[in-house]
């Protein structure tokens, strides 16, 4: 497509999800509901048919040279596939919060005024490798009320369109309009900086991949952006702890799956514990083949562990989001240093205590400037589904309008109401 071609492409696509976005905006509950139920049986219907889309994807990026992380997140297994049809149906079963009104107050002029929830109309989203996201996207558009224009990695063209499609199915099936959810079909990347400039149809750009593609599309965009950046998340062991359940989820934090952005990628220990706890998940990291980067003392704690493949950290190891089997490991005085070295060096997306000192893990709640954090918990239940959302577009580590997995909430706004009886302002 020439540049012009791209133009009045987006743009029409813009017009069109401007358009749109005013019916799905008034949508009522029931048919929003109609509309994800539906999805999630055409996902069930399609399995086999959205895999041999998705092999043509996989074929291409193993034929790319992608690494594995990258092309697992490509994947649509069963099991994935479930996860996005069961999401889609925790979204219809959950309240319709649309149109909700909240802390109406009597004025002493006599009016009355409150705030409503509302879509934000139309969102961009911008987002690399996993094509479950177009899934995920188009729900939490259906059930906010918004439009959405969805531009996919270019590694997962075949899949995407063919998840499009029946979104597409499901939406006209309930009534709604079919360009309610629209997929940018080219994979030219002139169609993003297109995307990202329209201010007139777009509301809100909501990034979703590498740290390159969000820097690029918060640096470029002419409309407001709700994104994070990396996921530098971390795993810290107290003293006091239960041994047992330190390991258990220390392991499901960095192995349940390498290539999400809640993995913990840091595991910092408390002197008190680490020679107990440290030979303890080297022997479990070694059994699955991870790699520790370790400071001095714990280098020295887990060089005994056979089979273990523990080198000495950099200072870059503390900063650094792997997205692979490789984990930093640190020892720390305690509580005080665990944090201090989270803030400083986390990406203030998803921090866990494990512990059974009470007082340390309020203080750990309250200090740990995160997006989530957790007591006794795997970093990897940082996520909308898990966190009883129905789906995520995405985790911000914004500090306004949407923090943490963005759901329903943060694809909405709240306008002022008034409610009065004649009244007028002396």
């Given at each position: 497509m020439t540049t012009t071609d791209i133009n009045n492409y987006t743009h029409t696509q813009g017009q069109q999800a401007k358009t749109a976005s005013a019916l799905m905006a008034r949508a009522p509950?029931?048919?929003?509901?109609?509309?994800?139920?539906?999805?999630?049986?055409?996902?069930?219907e399609n399995v086999q048919a959205l895999?041999?889309?998705?092999?043509?994807?996989?074929?291409?990026a193993?034929?790319?040279?992608?690494?594995?992380?990258?092309?697992?997140?490509?994947?649509?297994?069963?099991?994935?596939?479930?996860?996005?049809?069961?999401?889609c149906e925790q979204l219809a079963a959950m309240p319709d919060i649309i149109g909700e009104v909240s802390g109406m107050k009597q004025q002493p002029s006599g009016i009355r005024v409150g705030q409503m929830r509302v879509p934000i109309g139309v969102f961009g989203m911008i987002y690399e490798s996993r094509p479950n996201v177009t899934i995920e996207?188009?729900?939490?558009?259906?059930?906010?009320?918004?439009?959405?224009?969805?531009?996919?990695?270019?590694?997962?063209?075949?899949?995407n369109k063919a998840l499009a499609r029946?979104?597409?199915?499901?939406?006209?099936?309930?009534?709604?309009?079919?360009?309610?959810?629209?997929?940018v079909q080219t994979t030219d990347r002139a169609a993003v900086g297109q995307l990202i400039a329209m201010p007139q149809f777009v509301d809100v750009i909501i990034p979703r991949g590498g740290k390159g593609l969000i820097e690029r599309i918060s640096a470029e965009a002419k409309v407001p952006v709700i994104k994070h950046l990396d996921g530098n998340c971390h795993t810290y062991v107290d003293d006091?702890?239960?041994?047992?359940?330190?390991?258990?989820?220390a392991d499901n934090a960095?192995?349940?799956?390498?290539?999400?952005?809640?993995?913990?990628?840091?595991?910092?220990?408390?002197?008190?514990?680490?020679a107990q706890f440290l030979p303890?998940?080297?022997?479990?990291?070694?059994?699955?083949?991870?790699?520790?980067?370790?400071?001095?003392?714990?280098?020295?704690?887990?060089?005994?562990?056979?089979?273990?493949?523990?080198?000495?950290?950099?200072?870059?190891?503390?900063?650094?989001?792997?997205?692979?089997?490789?984990i930093s490991v640190k020892v720390v005085a305690g509580l005080d240093e665990a944090i201090a070295h989270i803030n400083q060096h986390g990406s203030h997306h998803t921090d866990a205590i494990l512990t059974r000192d009470h007082m340390h893990a309020q203080r750990f709640l309250r200090d740990v400037d995160s997006a989530s954090v957790m007591v006794n918990a795997s970093t990897r239940f940082a996520d909308g589904f898990e966190y009883g959302l129905g789906a995520e577009i995405g985790i911000s580590t914004d500090k306004f309008h949407a923090r943490g997995p963005v759901g329903i909430e943060g694809l909405t706004s709240l306008k002022w109401v008034v409610l009065g009886e004649g009244e007028v302002r002396q």
């Open positions: 509950a029931a048919v929003k509901s109609r509309a994800l139920r539906a999805l999630a049986r055409l996902l069930r895999q041999q889309d998705n092999a043509r994807d996989l074929e291409r193993v034929a790319a040279g992608l690494d594995a992380p990258m092309v697992d997140r490509l994947r649509l297994t069963p099991k994935v596939l479930e996860t996005c049809a069961q999401g996207a188009a729900s939490l558009s259906i059930k906010s009320g918004n439009a959405c224009i969805l531009r996919g990695g270019s590694e997962a063209i075949d899949s029946l979104v597409v199915q499901a939406l006209q099936e309930a009534g709604l309009p079919e360009h309610g959810v629209q997929l006091p702890c239960d041994l047992d359940m330190a390991v258990t989820v960095k192995t349940q799956k390498y290539s999400p952005c809640n993995a913990s990628e840091g595991l910092l220990v408390a002197r008190g514990v680490a303890r998940i080297g022997a479990v990291y070694a059994a699955k083949g991870v790699q520790m980067r370790a400071c001095p003392e714990a280098l020295a704690l887990l060089q005994s562990v056979a089979d273990v493949d523990v080198q000495a950290a950099t200072e870059a190891d503390w900063d650094t989001e792997y997205l692979a089997p490789i």
